[in-house]
C-alpha cells in the first residue's frame, strides 16, 4: 500500500494505491459503465493466472480508479511489459491519482526485474499525453491499432480506425 496526501490543506485528498484483490471486485463493477461492463471481473481472472496485475486507486478510501501491468508476452502484443486500462473515475480526477497510479505500477515493473514501460496511447487524448509526458514517457515514433478503447469516456465516438502511439519509459533513468 502506498500513501500520499494532497498538500492542499483542508479538504485534503488522501490517496493509496494497492494491488488489487477479489474483495474489490464489488467496488469496481459498481463504477463499470456499458463500455466496461465485466470487464473488472475478468481482469481478476487474469491476475489470478499470474503475469497481470491490477493496481487499484482509493482518494479517501473509496476505490476511484485502477491501471493494470501485463508482463505477459503472449497476449499478441509485442509490447512486454505493458501498462494498460488506466483509468480514473471522473469524479476522482486532478487530485494525482493517475500519476501515482503510474507510479506504482512503474514500481511494481522495477520490482519484478524490468528496466522499462511500455503503453499505448490514442494521440489525441488530451490528459493522458501531458500525464505520461510529465512522467517521463516519450513516443516511440511506433504505431499500432488502438486496442484500450475501453478507457475511452463516452459512447460511440471516435473514428472507426483509431490508432494508438507507443510511448516508452526507461525504469533506470532517474
Ligand atoms: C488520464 C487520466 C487517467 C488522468 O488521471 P488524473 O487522476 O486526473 O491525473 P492526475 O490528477 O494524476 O494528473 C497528473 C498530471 O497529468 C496532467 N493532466 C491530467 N489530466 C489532464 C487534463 N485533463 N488536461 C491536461 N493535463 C492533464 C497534468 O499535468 C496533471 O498535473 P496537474 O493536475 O498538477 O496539472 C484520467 O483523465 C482518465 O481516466 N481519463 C480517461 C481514461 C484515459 O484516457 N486513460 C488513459 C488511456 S491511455
Redesign the pocket.
Same mark, same amino acid.
Not at 474489490?24 to 466496461?36: Q, V, Y
Not at 508476452?73 to 483509468?87: C, N, S, Y
Given at each position: 500500500m502506498r500513501r500520499s496526501e494532497d498538500m492542499a490543506g483542508a479538504g485534503r485528498a488522501s490517496i493509496e494505491t494497492r494491488l488489487a484483490t477479489a474483495e474489490d471486485l464489488p467496488a469496481l463493477e459498481a463504477n463499470e459503465t456499458a463500455k466496461t461492463k465485466g470487464l473488472s471481473a475478468s481482469y481478476l481472472e487474469e491476475q489470478a493466472k499470474g503475469g497481470y496485475y491490477v493496481v487499484v486507486g482509493l482518494i479517501d478510501g473509496e476505490i476511484a %480508479?485502477r491501471v493494470i501491468l501485463d508482463t505477459r508476452d503472449d497476449d499478441g502484443t509485442p509490447l512486454v511489459p505493458e501498462m494498460k486500462l488506466?483509468?480514473?473515475y471522473p469524479q476522482?480526477?486532478?487530485?494525482?491519482? %493517475? +500519476?501515482?497510479l503510474t507510479q506504482h505500477l512503474e514500481e511494481l515493473a522495477r520490482e519484478l526485474g524490468y528496466d522499462e514501460v511500455f503503453?499505448g496511447?490514442t494521440p489525441d !487524448?488530451?490528459? +493522458?499525453i501531458?500525464?505520461y509526458v510529465?512522467l517521463g514517457y516519450a513516443p516511440t515514433g511506433e504505431h499500432r491499432s488502438a486496442i !484500450?478503447l475501453s478507457?475511452?469516456?463516452g459512447e460511440g465516438e471516435g473514428t472507426n480506425d483509431p490508432i494508438e502511439a507507443i510511448f516508452r519509459k526507461s525504469l533506470t533513468v532517474r
Amino acid at each position: 500500500m502506498r500513501r500520499s496526501e494532497d498538500m492542499a490543506g483542508a479538504g485534503r485528498a488522501s490517496i493509496e494505491t494497492r494491488l488489487a484483490t477479489a474483495e474489490d471486485l464489488p467496488a469496481l463493477e459498481a463504477n463499470e459503465t456499458a463500455k466496461t461492463k465485466g470487464l473488472s471481473a475478468s481482469y481478476l481472472e487474469e491476475q489470478a493466472k499470474g503475469g497481470y496485475y491490477v493496481v487499484v486507486g482509493l482518494i479517501d478510501g473509496e476505490i476511484a %480508479g485502477r491501471v493494470i501491468l501485463d508482463t505477459r508476452d503472449d497476449d499478441g502484443t509485442p509490447l512486454v511489459p505493458e501498462m494498460k486500462l488506466l483509468w480514473v473515475y471522473p469524479q476522482g480526477r486532478r487530485k494525482g491519482l %493517475g +500519476a501515482a497510479l503510474t507510479q506504482h505500477l512503474e514500481e511494481l515493473a522495477r520490482e519484478l526485474g524490468y528496466d522499462e514501460v511500455f503503453l499505448g496511447v490514442t494521440p489525441d !487524448n488530451p490528459a +493522458a499525453i501531458p500525464l505520461y509526458v510529465g512522467l517521463g514517457y516519450a513516443p516511440t515514433g511506433e504505431h499500432r491499432s488502438a486496442i !484500450n478503447l475501453s478507457v475511452i469516456d463516452g459512447e460511440g465516438e471516435g473514428t472507426n480506425d483509431p490508432i494508438e502511439a507507443i510511448f516508452r519509459k526507461s525504469l533506470t533513468v532517474r
